[in-house]
């Protein structure tokens, strides 16, 4: 089993640890870091994170054209 300290993480501003068990509240989608936000795979709504913490209000989404 790898330690979970050798794998760089995708972002500092958010703890990639907790992003499997984030959903996305308006459609219930996966959900995956990009950049400073996550995004949606489903519904291409994009969250923002900060100061570390997602944002995960559907109404302050941001949506992302495909």
């Known amino acids: 089993m790898a330690n979970l300290q050798d794998k760089p993480k995708p972002s500092s501003a958010f703890d990639a640890a907790v992003l499997a068990q984030l959903a996305c509240p308006a459609c219930h989608g996966d959900l995956r870091l990009e950049e400073a936000r996550l995004v949606c795979a489903a519904c291409r709504r994009a ?3 900060v100061d570390g913490i997602p ?4 109404e302050r989404a941001e949506s992302i054209a495909v």
């Open 55 to 58: 944002v995960l209000i559907a």
């Open 47 to 49: 969250y923002p994170i």
